[in-house]
T-cell receptor
Framework: AQSVTQLGSHVSVSEGALVLLRCNYS??????LFWYVQYPNQGLQLLLK??????LVKGINGFEAEFKKSETSFHLTKPSAHMSDAAEYFC???????????FGAGTRLAVHP | EAQVTQNPRYLITVTGKKLTVTCSQN?????MSWYRQDPGLGLRQIYY???????DKGDVPEGYKVSRKEKRNFPLILESPSPNQTSLYFC????????????FGDGTRLSIL
């Protein structure tokens, strides 16, 4: 069965520092993977998705993620954090032949001046 | 503007008093889904619908009902709410297909006293 593990429920970085949010998945077939961001009092917004076309996926707001099959990982990165990046980030995988999303528990990113 | 609209955004009510949370999308999506978000658990699917008059249980359906009489609407019904249903609820919609990203509403925060 598909599942998603996000390492670290809270991550804190300084403004301008590298952002690295970790996601590992378990899937018996090549997965469809997504990263979503949730700003305070808002719904989830799609950051990027992996659909097997390329292992390095670029998303909005300068984020990107690399699919590594050997490590079953899909970590999210951004070279330089901005204060506006403070939010909760969710990694998710599609289950089987349906649209069902399986979410990780989320990582809350704090950005300090 | 393409959007998923949930109402109400906030509701405080008492145990046993039936309530309905409405969800409407204007993107002609076939697939719609309800999630609840609880700290440390990410989002968990309650019910989903692949199209009009087609609904099915997600991972945590107990205590909830849904209907899909029209393509655009997918209300969530709590017939007899209990305190363990206090949560943040999200409606989402998408076209069918594993690589289709889901669009989320802004959420409904329910408190059951």
């Amino acid at each position: 069965a598909q599942s998603v593990t996000q390492l670290g429920s809270h991550v804190s970085v300084s403004e301008g520092a590298l952002v690295l949010l970790r996601c590992n998945y378990s899937s018996s077939v090549p997965p469809y993977l997504f990263w979503y961001v949730q700003y305070p009092n808002q719904g989830l917004q799609l950051l990027l998705k992996y659909t097997s076309a390329a292992t390095l996926v670029k998303g909005i707001n300068g984020f990107e993620a690399e699919f590594k099959k050997s490590e079953t990982s899909f970590h999210l990165t951004k070279p330089s954090a901005h204060m506006s990046d403070a939010a909760e980030y969710f990694c998710a995988v599609i289950k089987g032949g349906y649209n069902k999303l399986i979410f990780g528990a989320g990582t809350r990113l704090a950005v300090h001046p | 503007e393409a959007q998923v609209t949930q109402n109400p955004r906030y509701l405080i009510t008492v145990t046993g008093k039936k309530l309905t949370v409405t969800c409407s999308q204007n993107m002609n999506h076939e697939y719609m889904s309800w999630y609840r978000q609880d700290p440390g658990l990410g989002l968990r699917q309650i019910y989903y619908s692949m199209n009009v008059e087609v609904t099915d249980k997600g991972d945590v359906p107990e205590g909830y009902k849904v209907s899909r009489k029209e393509k655009r609407n997918f209300p969530l019904i709590l017939e007899s709410p209990s305190p363990n249903q206090t949560s943040l609820y999200f409606c989402a919609s998408s076209f069918t297909g594993q690589n289709q990203p889901q669009h989320f509403g802004d959420g409904t925060r329910l408190s059951i006293l």
